[in-house]
């Protein structure tokens, strides 16, 4: 019987959707494509379920529009006027070879259009990725704050933006760098902008030094080389020569400044901020975001292997894990301090940015959290063109005299002039409040709103008197405005100095050293060595290690032995600070959700139990992804990753269901991967695949033939994080128990 080649390949696609009952996101679009081109004129196709659209127009009244409305109204392509087009694939030409004429408007409004399709991207943190989500207040902040937004249950929406500094818009994701953490909170008083880092402290001081790391640390001007890199001549140049620079450095050398995740992130607000509440009281404060997840990182050997084989690996498991309803998690916390006149607590000078104040003696006390629920529905729309600024405020929440955070006030309002092209960057969709506006502002580039009235200036008569001032009650929700607290500023002479309070620039940055375990501090160590070894200039090495030796000498030994340089002695005391617990990331247990678990399978094997046990990694807020010679199915259960396609970096453990054979493709000059070493009965794709996630310190598990692929490998079934069994059932419990602690650091002895 003949069987139409259509009719066929639709079944094999119905019968393959069937099977795909544990979805792996990543899916295009919201409906699956067809292979034939559609001709038959439809709307536009809704946007997928983890999208929506902008609840707000241009002056902040509400829309009306569902959430599934798309910008694009029309069945039928138009131009941007709304005129109906039949051809988009051939330009006006005098004759089917003639030139193109100059009346061809279409062709000369898309190409234009496409010609200013980029704007200019952010001098720093232009790589980066951000998402939809809603705040929840605790109620537990209302002594210090009367910022709505923190009222207990009160839900605010929110959009957050991720980012690295120093890299390039088309840089990788997992370079080694500060990540910054920012958040626009749409409050019923106004937007709320808490614009953070990933690490608590700063370079410098004085934003006015801010030009001067920025350009020391992005490439050298010369060759426009390293991209994205702090591993050069002049960044380290500039920070042994500004040892105020010291503090954050050592984070950005830790762990810290190779995230595994956003998710896995924590957030701080680096300045102090003045928080007023209802009475008018004031308190000093620190923001920091606390994930559910707990703080993970890279190793440096993932980082680097992720940076080719997936540059966009942040983003990617950002919008994989909300697509997958493993929405990412975070508590607000605040440190309180006295608003006290000099403005110190424990000695620690509250202005100075690049101190801490230990979490020990002043814990952070949780006021809300922040759930990231909704994927943006154009990148270029929201995460290009969301404009943060510290200096967008509400009632309740006022800055202090940092004078980095005073020159962050300037600049950022300076950038969106440039970046946006004109004053009307806040009524950009992603930009604009949620509650109605009268700011008076007219006319310039890219005014969207039409406004009415004929007095657009106070006091006036013939609007009416509209706007009228609000009220000066702080108690009265309804009427409140924002109000600069009444902080008396004492008389002083005009300098260009520092405080002696900021003199220190080593005694945190060895309690940071010291509360570090023995393996972060080979990482330490290998980070300062791996930078250092990549400066050209001598000088520039041996300043640094004096900064080192002045942190400690063990650090400064082994860096200058990998450098081949001997170590000099400390030029100032070394203070022996208590270690900090909460600045270690080795902690736990932590919560599964949104961890990508692999699955070896043979399809020669033994494969009872995997597909119960796929189904009950889904349900626990995982993601299991099946690895297997070849693509399609095996046994009715999808293939994610083949052995040529997959790599370890995909997957946070590694679980065996078998130890397959040299597949078809296992050839050296197909996959290089196929000339790993290992058993010549066992895939070398599958061999490396184990090797790595050993070296990377992540729980593999094992049952069955999975065991005899443990020691085709190499791998010792008796080693730490090494988990074996008699069923999937079995070894995946006592998997989950051990991968809530990340890693298996234990695996490996340490000569710190």
């Not at 009719?7 to 034939?36: C, F, H, I, N, S």
């Not at 949780?366 to 943060?388: D, M, R, W």
Request: proline share 9%; with cysteine; net charge negative.
């Amino acid at each position: 019987m003949h069987v139409n080649p259509k009719d066929a390949a639709k079944a094999a696609k119905d019968k393959l959707e069937g099977l795909l009952d544990v979805t792996v996101p990543g899916v295009p679009g919201p409906a699956p494509a067809t292979v034939e081109e559609p001709t038959t004129p439809k709307p536009p196709l809704p946007p997928k379920p983890d999208q929506g659209a902008p609840a707000t127009g241009a002056t902040g009244a509400r829309t009306g529009a569902p959430p599934t409305a798309r910008a694009q109204q029309s069945a039928y392509l138009t131009n941007s006027t709304g005129t109906r087009l039949r051809d988009t694939d051939h330009s006006l030409k005098a004759g089917s070879r003639g030139p193109t004429l100059l009346q061809d408007h279409h062709l000369r409004e898309k190409i234009t259009h496409f010609d200013h399709e980029r704007i200019p991207e952010r001098v720093v943190h232009a790589r980066g990725a951000g998402a939809h989500g809603v705040f929840e207040g605790y109620g537990t902040a209302e002594s210090v704050s009367m910022a709505g937004l923190f009222a207990k249950g009160k839900q605010t929406p929110v959009f957050t933006r991720f980012s690295t500094v120093l890299g390039s818009r088309g840089s990788a994701d997992t370079v080694r760098d500060t990540r910054g953490f920012a958040t626009k909170f749409y409050t019923d008083e106004g937007n709320w902008d808490l614009v953070a880092n990933n690490i608590p402290v700063f370079f410098i001081q004085d934003g006015i030094k801010f030009p001067d790391v920025i350009h020391a640390g992005k490439p050298h001007p010369d060759r426009e080389i390293p991209q994205a890199q702090s591993a050069h001549d002049t960044f380290w140049d500039f920070v042994s020569l500004h040892t105020e620079a010291q503090h954050h450095t050592m984070w950005n050398m830790s762990d810290r400044g190779i995230p595994r995740s956003y998710r896995m992130m924590e957030g701080f607000g680096v300045h102090t901020f003045r928080c007023i509440n209802a009475e008018g009281a004031t308190s000093l404060v620190k923001f920091h975001w606390k994930p559910k997840l707990g703080v993970h990182s890279l190793t440096w050997e993932e980082a680097q292997m992720v940076g080719g084989i997936d540059p966009d690996f942040h983003r990617r498991d950002l919008y994989d894990a909300i697509e997958a309803g493993a929405h990412p998690e975070w508590e607000l916390g605040i440190q309180v301090f006295p608003d006290e006149p000099d403005q110190m607590f424990a000695a620690i000078d509250l202005l100075d940015p690049t101190k801490i104040v230990p979490e020990e003696i002043a814990p952070v006390q949780p006021i809300g959290k922040l759930t990231l629920n909704a994927n943006p529905t154009n990148f270029f729309a929201e995460v290009e063109q969301v404009a943060f600024h510290v200096g967008h405020l509400v009632p309740g929440i006022d800055v202090t005299d940092d004078p980095l955070l005073q020159t962050r006030l300037f600049s950022y309002v300076d950038t969106q002039l440039s970046r946006l092209g004109g004053p009307n960057y806040n009524q950009i969709p992603v930009n604009r409040p949620h509650v109605p506006t009268n700011d008076m502002f007219r006319d310039g580039f890219h005014q969207h709103a039409v406004h009415s009235g004929v007095a657009p200036y106070k006091p006036n008569s013939l609007d009416g008197g509209c706007p009228f001032a609000a009220g000066a009650d702080l108690s009265d929700e309804e009427t409140r405005a924002f109000v600069e607290a009444a902080v008396k500023v004492s008389e002083a002479t005009k300098v260009r100095a520092n405080p002696a309070s900021y003199d220190d620039h080593y005694s945190q940055v060895r309690q940071f050293w010291l509360s570090m375990t023995p393996v972060k501090k080979e990482h330490i160590i290998r980070a300062y060595t791996f930078e250092l070894g990549k400066c050209y200039e001598q000088a520039v090495k041996e300043r640094q290690l004096q900064s080192l030796a002045n942190i400690d000498p063990v650090l400064c030994q082994e860096v200058a032995t990998g450098l081949g340089l001997p170590a000099p002695e400390p030029t100032v005391p070394l203070e022996d600070l208590e270690p900090s617990p909460a600045l270690s990331q080795v902690k736990g247990p932590f919560p599964p959700d949104g961890r990508m678990v692999g699955i070896v399978v043979d399809p020669d094997g033994d494969l009872s139990g995997v597909d119960a046990l796929r189904r009950t990694i889904h349900g626990a807020g995982m993601v299991p992804l099946v690895f297997g010679p070849h693509g399609g199915t095996i046994e009715g259960m999808p293939v994610q990753r083949t052995f040529a396609t997959g790599r370890s970096v995909e997957v946070d453990v590694l679980l065996l269901a078998g130890a397959p054979k040299p597949a078809p493709d296992a050839l050296t000059n197909r996959d290089a991967k196929a000339g790993a070493p290992g058993s010549p009965a066992l895939d070398p794709r599958v061999a490396l695949l184990v090797q790595e996630c050993h070296r990377h310190a992540k729980v593999i598990g094992a049952w069955g033939e999975g065991v005899t692929a443990l020691g085709g490998a190499g791998v010792a079934a008796d080693d730490a994080g090494i988990v074996t069994g008699d069923s999937p059932a079995d070894v995946f419990a006592g998997v989950s128990e051990q991968m809530a602690f990340h890693r298996v650091w234990d695996r490996f002895p340490t000569a710190v």
